[in-house]
Nanobody, 126 residues
Framework: QVQLAESGGGLVQAGGSLRLSCAASGGAFSNYALGWFRQAPGQEREFVAATRWNGASTIYGDSAKGRFTISRDRAKNTVFLRMNDLKLEDTAVYYC???????????????????WGQGTQVTVSS
């Protein structure tokens, strides 16, 4: 059974940086997709970024382009989301998700993911 555990959230001032981590366990992830989504209060869940476990493909949502970077450490079965120049509107619960198959053309849709973490809160203050 695949399990995902996020960490690294917290309170940060606008303009600051955070790095979120997602530790994966319980599976063989060779062709899997690892993604990050976020959900702000009263809003729908939004795609942030995704990477193929073998590193061959990476995609970003519009809100993440130019400020966020997704990466992974295969030896540690961990995917990271580095967030720079954080804005008030980045405040949300951030979720790690894993899909068992990378879909050509993108992995930005929730139904493409089979496993989800519990989420980690990121709060950006002014």
């Amino acid at each position: 059974q695949v399990q995902l555990a996020e960490s690294g959230g917290g309170l940060v001032q606008a303009g600051g940086s955070l790095r979120l981590s997602c530790a994966a366990s319980g599976g063989a992830f060779s062709n899997y997709a690892l993604g990050w989504f976020r959900q702000a209060p009263g809003q729908e869940r939004e795609f942030v970024a995704a990477t193929r476990w073998n590193g061959a493909s990476t995609i970003y949502g519009d809100s993440a382009k130019g400020r966020f970077t997704i990466s992974r450490d295969r030896a540690k079965n961990t995917v990271f989301l580095r967030m720079n120049d954080l804005k008030l509107e980045d405040t949300a619960v951030y979720y790690c998700a894993m899909g068992t198959r990378w879909v050509a053309g993108g992995m930005s849709l929730e139904p493409q993911y089979d496993y989800w973490g519990q989420g980690t809160q990121v709060t950006v203050s002014s």
